[in-house]
């Protein structure tokens, strides 16, 4: 692949190594115009179709490059690696549709040559908490990737979704810690027209455990009525509405500050916070979180 892209093209190219993305976006560097990128593992949705269009918004018609790669190292034992779902022609059908200028998608060997890589990023210790805690080294592996991306794409512009909010602030942390130059931006979380958040791992879902999984957001839902009167009360209405379902098996239920450290013990009225939740449904993990506004009504 030799060819490079064209600002506003509407076709959307495709680089399998690090050699075809650098030529594809050889132009846009030595021209100084803005790169976008969003970062996925593929099986792409409504959610991550959002992305590229905030993408598309930041760059204008600065070329909007999108990665598809199914990152091993921020998998653990037993996880669902070797089932997650790989859908190229699909994801580049939607990427298509959206304008998106560049799709890279590498092998594991083009990602990591030589096997796992023997320097890696510590996340520190905001990746020991919430999914942290039940997935040791999870994060690590998502923040080592998602620098070897930002080295290979050399975006100006980063979209990563609000749904994965503890991803989001270790990765807006790495940017800002090691000066990567990359602007972090969040998006809102996409949800079904029931409230369930876009995720790749709904699939999984049976038709039953799909109506089990509105349950995460209509506690949440709940929790923002309720934040009004208070942190306690927020979490109190989260958790009546968890108990009406028998099928969530609630790993965690939690209210923080904006960047995920703990609240003062009594907050000022129209305190910024955030709710996050994560749960089983059948074999699903599933994640969400909401913002709150402690003691005000919304």
Do not use: W
């Not at 994060?139 to 290979?152: D, H, I, P, R």
Request: proline share 6%; charged share 25%.
């Amino acid at each position: 692949m030799t060819a490079h892209i064209v600002s506003g093209s509407a076709s959307t190219q495709l680089a399998s190594t690090r050699e075809e993305l650098a030529k594809l976006l050889d132009s846009a560097r030595r021209d100084g115009t803005p790169v976008g990128f969003v970062p996925t593992m593929g099986a792409l949705h409504e959610g991550h179709a959002s992305l590229m269009r905030v993408t598309r918004e930041r760059v204008g018609d600065g070329p909007v490059v999108v990665s598809i790669f199914v990152n091993p190292l921020q998998f653990g034992a037993g996880e669902d690696l070797d089932r997650y779902p790989r859908t190229l022609e699909a994801d580049l059908e939607v990427c298509e549709r959206e304008g998106v200028d560049v799709v890279f998608a590498p092998s594991v060997d083009e990602v990591y040559p030589g096997g796992d890589p023997q320097v890696t990023v510590a996340p520190g210790p905001l990746a020991d908490v919430l999914e942290g805690k039940t997935r040791p080294g999870h994060f690590g592996g998502v923040l080592t990737v998602v620098a070897k991306l930002f080295g290979l794409v050399k975006p100006d512009v980063a979209v990563f979704g609000e749904k994965d909010y503890q991803q989001l602030t270790l990765i807006r942390r790495m940017s800002a810690d090691l000066c990567l130059g990359v602007d972090v931006v969040g998006a809102p979380t996409q949800r079904e027209p029931d409230g369930l958040a876009l995720s790749s791992r709904n699939r999984y879902l049976s038709p039953e455990q799909r109506e089990e999984a509105t349950t995460l957001s209509r506690a949440l839902y709940a929790a923002q009525v309720e934040a009004a009167h208070g942190v306690e009360a927020a979490l109190q209405a989260a958790r009546a509405e968890l108990r009406r379902s028998k099928g969530v098996d609630l790993d965690y239920l939690v209210v923080t500050d904006p960047a995920l450290a703990a609240l003062p013990t009594e907050p000022e009225p129209g305190t910024e916070a955030r709710i996050l939740i994560a749960a089983r449904v059948g074999t699903t993990r599933l994640i969400d979180n909401m913002s709150l506004t402690i003691g005000a009504s919304r």
